[in-house]
């Protein structure tokens, strides 16, 4: 499961594009990349240095969750791990995800993709089905 949701963490969160470049920006839980104008990769904090965008607060609260459902993920390494938290908590990054996403996407002339959406709410599902069948009853 640890593995699973640290996967999380390397796809990217949101593919977002300018109509008038193309060129995609890809942003994870951890800072984005840009390929405009040259490549580039900045991080969350650096982000925070930069720009005062009502987007990073979100982008914060997403990656806290995520980061949460990592730490609970790794209690699974020593049977503690509550999968129902750890699937919440996935949930949470995923839904503040797809916000940030649709929130820069409705801006004119740009686009955004959530894919971290998918893939969180896709580990939270899996995680919390394999729960449900293997709990004692």
Do not use: H, K
Not at 73 to 96: K, W
């Amino acid at each position: 499961m640890l593995v699973a949701v640290l996967l999380c963490g390397l796809v990217p969160w949101s593919v977002q594009s300018f109509a008038d470049s193309g060129v995609p920006f890809l942003r994870f839980a951890w800072g984005g990349i840009s390929f405009t104008p040259v490549l580039s990769a900045r991080t969350l904090l650096e982000y925070l240095t930069l720009s005062g965008s009502p987007l990073l607060v979100p982008w914060i609260v997403a990656t806290g969750c995520w980061l949460l459902a990592v730490a609970s993920a790794s209690l699974g390494l020593a049977d503690r791990e509550d999968p129902r938290v750890t699937s919440g908590l996935l949930v949470l990054a995923g839904a503040v995800n797809a916000s940030v996403a649709l929130r820069f996407g409705i801006q004119p002339l740009r686009t955004a993709y959530p894919l971290g959406t998918l893939a969180l709410w896709a580990v939270a599902a899996w995680r919390y089905r394999a729960w449900t069948r293997d709990r004692p009853r």
